[in-house]
């Protein structure tokens, strides 16, 4: 209480001296006494004062409704009325100059007391409020930024896939595919590749990440992709390329779930490298699940090629099958209540007789009914290859 310094502005000396000698009674300092409203705003740019005591009737050209007015625009300080009865019209006046307090005349000590504590103690709480809502603004204001600047990472990263993917490949008639990203960019990625007249080569990657961090990993995969597949080299020879090539430059903590098949017409094989990612599915002709060609390899760009293996599975095709690869967003897609669609869901989709022709577009359509209001928490991509 000792370091609160009190203002008067009060004009008759009596009053003047008596609510001194309360104020230093309750512990206060008096910083000064004035008894006009252009004496008052001089002094108290002189003192700084923690409060000011205003009778509104005083000296001057001002009276203290408007030198009130003046406090309140020029510094922040609080004020409490001191003053005798006035009439309706005075007191609305003063009332829009929002003082925080009123004291009327004659009154105790312990009334003066009472108003001055809960004024400063408002006037403090109003401040730290005031202080926390200029850092809320300077800390939504950066998040703003901040929020800006990764939507156009992300448009960018989108642009960097479009770019990057031959589209006319994948507007093959043996190509379908759907790709629902949990955002602007989707971080996994199709590549599909003809093998001459005698076969297809298809990639399809799932990058930890999302937006720069997978465009960043985007580029030597179709790079070394479209390259090696013009070649029509071996697909163990591809994954080791990309395996190389992301182990060397991608940050720790970045990697791809991948799996990459070669569809070769000339001996009715599919050949399949499944690294990270859920079951490759072969479905005949008719329906039904033919085979199912888990992954049996680590992700690429986490390990050497001597660990992460390239040994690869073949298994034999009919005209007509149908292979199914999927990102883990797939089977991991939830409903409000957490639950995951899950690969008996997905697997029931390919029961004997069903509609072979709309599968894909089937399926997507139930991953969205389960999911109904559920937020999307990964990419979600799903391609099918028919052996023609």
Same mark, same amino acid.
């Given at each position: 209480m000792a370091d609160h310094k009190i203002f008067i502005v009060e004009d008759e000396e009596i009053v003047a001296r008596d609510i001194s000698d309360m104020l230093e009674q309750l512990g206060y300092q008096v910083a000064a006494v004035a008894d006009s409203g252009e004496e008052a705003l001089s002094r108290i740019a002189e003192t700084g004062p923690d409060l000011v005591l205003m009778d509104i009737q005083i000296k001057g050209s001002m009276d203290g409704v408007e030198t009130t007015d003046q406090i309140r625009r020029r510094f922040d300080i609080p004020v409490v009325y001191v003053t005798g009865s006035v009439d309706q019209k005075t007191l609305q006046r003063a009332k829009v100059t929002a003082p925080l307090g009123f004291v009327v005349k004659p009154f105790r000590i312990k009334d003066l007391h009472s108003s001055i504590e809960v004024a400063l103690y408002t006037h403090g709480l109003g401040k730290k409020l005031r202080e926390s809502e200029g850092h809320l603004r300077a800390v939504f204001d950066e998040l703003t930024s901040v929020h800006k600047q990764l939507r156009r990472d992300y448009e960018l990263a989108s642009t960097v896939f479009t770019n990057?993917?031959?589209?006319?490949?994948?507007?093959?008639?043996?190509?379908?595919? @759907?790709?629902?990203?949990?955002? #602007?960019?989707?971080?996994?990625? /199709?590549?599909?590749?003809?093998?001459?007249?005698?076969?297809? !080569?298809? @990639?399809?990657?799932?990058?930890?990440?999302?937006?720069?961090? =997978?465009? %960043?990993? =985007? %580029?030597?995969?179709?790079? %070394?992709?479209?390259?090696?597949? =013009?070649?029509?080299?071996?697909?163990?020879?591809?994954?080791a390329a990309i395996n190389a090539k992301l182990k060397a430059t991608l940050p720790t903590g970045l990697f791809c779930c991948a799996c990459m098949i070669e569809l070769d017409y000339a001996r009715d094989r599919l050949i399949v490298w499944n690294g990270g990612m859920p079951d490759v599915l072969v479905v005949g002709k008719q329906g039904g699940i033919k085979n199912r060609l888990p992954f049996s390899h680590p992700a690429l760009g986490v390990?050497?090629?001597?660990?992460?293996?390239?040994?690869?599975?073949?298994?034999?095709?009919?005209?007509?099958?149908? /292979? !199914?690869?999927?990102?883990?967003?797939? #089977?991991?897609t939830s409903d409000p209540g957490g639950e995951e669609f899950g690969q008996r869901r997905l697997e029931k989709q390919f029961y004997p007789g069903h509609d072979a022709e709309n599968a894909l577009d089937n399926i997507r359509k139930s991953l969205e009914a389960f999911r109904k209001d559920a937020p999307r928490s990964d990419d979600i991509t799903m391609v099918e290859l028919t052996y023609l």
């Open positions: 990057v993917v031959k589209r006319d490949y994948l507007e093959r008639r043996d190509v379908k595919y @759907f790709m629902i990203p949990q955002d #602007i960019a989707c971080g996994d990625l /199709v590549l599909v590749s003809p093998k001459g007249p005698n076969g297809l !080569y298809a @990639f399809v990657g799932d990058f930890t990440g999302h937006g720069l961090s =997978a465009a %960043i990993g =985007a %580029i030597p995969v179709s790079d %070394i992709f479209y390259a090696m597949t =013009a070649g029509n080299r071996a697909i163990s020879d591809i994954v390990m050497g090629n001597d660990d992460l293996g390239l040994d690869v599975e073949e298994v034999e095709m009919a005209h007509g099958d149908r /292979v !199914y690869i999927c990102s883990d967003g797939v #089977i991991e």
